[in-house]
């Protein structure tokens, strides 16, 4: 499975981005997508996901509300639309998938996740 992942720069606060998620692979490594994000000497979060199925989506509290994950089956690839951007926003942004978890309601724990894109890093600026 291979992930890339698009987007990153520079932006002011209040202003918006989105990151893109090219994927490749077998469909079942890729059932749960998901983004995540490390900013410089914190440990990688979760940002949200998406279940490539169905479409249903899970949000960390700090980012509802202004972060949209959604996915483009034709193209395969998942999309983090992101608005209101703060400069605590600020991390490099990382796609990645795992299978579908049946029964995982909430999949926010890097480990459960299988495949990793390199990342794409912006910078929100005050």
């Known amino acids: 499975v291979q992930l890339q992942a698009f987007g990153g720069g520079l932006v002011q606060a209040g202003g918006s981005l989105r990151l893109s998620c090219a994927a490749n692979?077998?469909?079942?490594?890729?059932?749960?997508m998901g983004w995540f994000r490390q900013a410089p000497g914190k440990e990688r979060e979760f940002v949200a996901h998406i279940r490539w199925g169905s479409g249903t989506t899970y949000y960390t509290d700090s980012v509802k509300g202004r972060f949209t994950i959604s996915r483009d089956n034709a193209k395969n690839t998942v999309y983090l639309q992101m608005n209101s951007l703060k400069p605590e926003d600020t991390a490099r942004y990382y796609c990645a998938s795992t299978r579908s978890l049946d029964g995982w309601v909430v999949a926010a724990r890097p480990d459960l996740y299988d495949y990793w894109g390199q990342g794409t890093k912006f910078t929100v600026s005050s």
């Open positions: 692979g077998p469909t079942f490594s890729r059932m749960l």
